[in-house]
């Protein structure tokens, strides 16, 4: 029997606490990973993975897809020596996440357009009317 093991965003996202399903240390996650940044990252260390675009974590409903990653052949032999166990796989793919090239262009621009979007949201009057 060949194992796979099942790799949901949220146990790797240092936004998300114990209780709402991270698996591994605040320090050693990452920030909002989504299921193709892990799939890559399978991919990258040679692991064969499945995206599931379809499944949702059972505890947020809103949290959707999930990664299978095969980390044992049908003769129980690990697929790359490397990743023993989940729970290491989990730290490696959290590791690899962070240093994608796609996270580090993504910051560049939000923090443009943030700056010249936060003014113009002031405009129209609010609050309370004094009597």
Do not use: F
């Not at 146990?11 to 990452?30: D, F, M, Q, V």
């Not at 064969?48 to 409903?61: G, H, Q, T, W």
């Not at 095969?70 to 129980?76: S, T, V």
């Not at 032999?77 to 240093?99: C, D, T, Y």
Request: glycine fraction near 6%.
């Amino acid at each position: 029997m060949s194992r796979w093991v099942v790799i949901y965003p949220v146990y790797i996202n240092s936004k998300k606490t114990l209780a709402e399903g991270r698996r591994i240390s605040t320090s050693k996650a990452c920030e909002n990973p989504t299921v193709v940044e892990i799939g890559d990252c399978c991919q990258y260390l040679k692991l064969p993975c499945a995206i599931e675009l379809d499944k949702v974590y059972s505890r947020d409903n809103m949290q959707r897809g999930r990664v299978r990653v095969q980390l044992k052949r049908e003769d129980e032999s690990l697929v790359n020596p490397a990743v023993p166990s989940r729970k290491v796989l989990m730290m490696r793919v959290a590791e690899l996440v962070g240093k994608l090239q796609s996270r580090h262009r993504k910051p560049e621009p939000t923090a443009s357009t943030s700056g010249s979007a936060a003014p113009a949201g002031k405009s129209g009057k609010g609050g309370k009317k004094k009597r």
